[in-house]
């Protein structure tokens, strides 16, 4: 059974499924996805449920070779890595999720020795890369009436999309690293970006896993090639500005207007 809990949370389209990834490098992590958007465990965990269900879910999360969980699709489609070195038992349990960002008080709560990483991207490359998703931003909507309030997604609780959702869970996620600064660590997405091997050997060190050459060959290979997959971890370091040229320009100065000035501006920066 693992020994300890790691989280990546970020908005959708904000870098989660690449940092996932190097995460996962690491021989010592079992890594699952979104435990409670999937099947076995789909919404059994609420913020006022107690420590023990939230124990059982993740023990069983751990053990169970769930296809979603471990993204054994995208594996299989080589839009994810698999990894040849890996422990048989590894001592953590790595969950990445762009959901239930509403649970991360209850979870810093009760597990006192967890570490979590909130990736953060620029506010117009996440809503850019949304809009022009089509497997994450539904074909019959308009854009021009979804950027901000996503209502064409926000269809339960536990989901956040849209520009009014970048603002609640940034801020969420850096009041969070400076209540809990020795368990929450911010990431920029631009930076790791572009500094991908030292921000990763700093991430790796701040939630005391090994820099191991299989971390190192991946984040290289990740930026060496380009997936023409939305979905995959493949991409050239280019894409970070893409939103310049692919987001409608009054969309873009509307939020670069509402970030300036604020707490938020440093992530436009």
Same mark, same amino acid.
């Given at each position: 059974?693992?020994?300890?809990?790691?989280?990546?949370?970020?908005?959708?389209?904000?870098?989660?499924?690449?940092?996932?990834? #190097?995460?996962?490098?690491?021989?010592? %992590?079992?890594?699952?996805?979104?435990?409670?958007?999937?099947?076995?465990?789909?919404?059994? $965990?609420?913020?006022?449920?107690?420590?023990?269900?939230?124990?059982?879910?993740?023990?069983?999360?751990?053990?169970?070779?769930?296809?979603?969980?471990? !993204?054994?699709?995208?594996?299989?489609?080589?839009?994810?890595?698999?990894?040849? %070195?890996?422990?048989?038992a590894p001592r953590y349990l790595f969950i990445k999720d762009t959901r239930y960002h509403n649970l991360i008080e209850t979870l810093l709560r009760y597990y006192d020795d967890m570490k979590m990483v909130c990736i953060v991207r620029h506010?117009?490359?996440?809503?850019?890369?949304?809009?022009?998703?089509?497997?994450?931003?539904?074909?019959?909507?308009?854009? =021009?009436?979804?950027?901000?309030?996503?209502?064409?997604?926000?269809?339960?609780?536990?989901?956040?999309?849209?520009?009014?959702?970048?603002?609640?869970?940034?801020?969420?996620?850096?009041?969070? =690293?400076?209540?809990?600064?020795?368990?929450?660590?911010?990431?920029?997405?631009?930076?790791?970006?572009?500094?991908?091997?030292?921000?990763?050997?700093? $991430?790796?060190?701040?939630?005391?896993?090994?820099?191991?050459?299989?971390?190192?060959?991946?984040?290289?290979?990740? !930026?060496?090639?380009? %997936?023409?997959?939305?979905? =995959?971890?493949?991409?050239?370091?280019?894409?970070?500005?893409?939103?310049?040229? !692919?987001?409608?320009?009054?969309?873009?100065?509307? #939020?670069?207007?509402?970030?300036?000035?604020?707490? $938020?501006?440093?992530?436009?920066?």
């Amino acid at each position: 059974m693992y020994e300890r809990l790691i989280f990546a949370m970020g908005m959708p389209r904000s870098g989660t499924s690449w940092l996932s990834q #190097i995460i996962d490098s690491s021989p010592d %992590v079992r890594f699952r996805l979104s435990p409670l958007f999937s099947y076995a465990f789909k919404g059994q $965990l609420g913020e006022t449920s107690p420590r023990e269900e939230y124990d059982r879910v993740f023990r069983g999360a751990y053990q169970l070779d769930d296809e979603f969980m471990t !993204q054994r699709r995208h594996r299989q489609a080589e839009n994810y890595p698999t990894f040849a %070195v890996k422990s048989p038992a590894p001592r953590y349990l790595f969950i990445k999720d762009t959901r239930y960002h509403n649970l991360i008080e209850t979870l810093l709560r009760y597990y006192d020795d967890m570490k979590m990483v909130c990736i953060v991207r620029h506010p117009c490359g996440t809503i850019s890369s949304w809009l022009n998703t089509p497997k994450e931003f539904p074909r019959t909507a308009d854009p =021009a009436q979804e950027w901000r309030h996503a209502r064409c997604r926000k269809t339960a609780p536990e989901e956040f999309w849209g520009f009014e959702d970048w603002k609640t869970v940034t801020r969420l996620h850096m009041r969070m =690293a400076q209540e809990y600064p020795e368990r929450v660590r911010l990431l920029r997405y631009e930076s790791l970006v572009v500094n991908a091997v030292e921000e990763t050997r700093a $991430l790796f060190s701040f939630l005391g896993l090994t820099y191991t050459a299989q971390t190192e060959a991946f984040v290289v290979e990740s !930026q060496g090639k380009h %997936v023409d997959d939305t979905h =995959a971890v493949y991409k050239h370091p280019r894409v970070k500005d893409r939103w310049r040229d !692919q987001l409608p320009r009054p969309i873009q100065e509307e #939020i670069l207007a509402e970030v300036r000035g604020t707490n $938020l501006e440093r992530f436009i920066e």
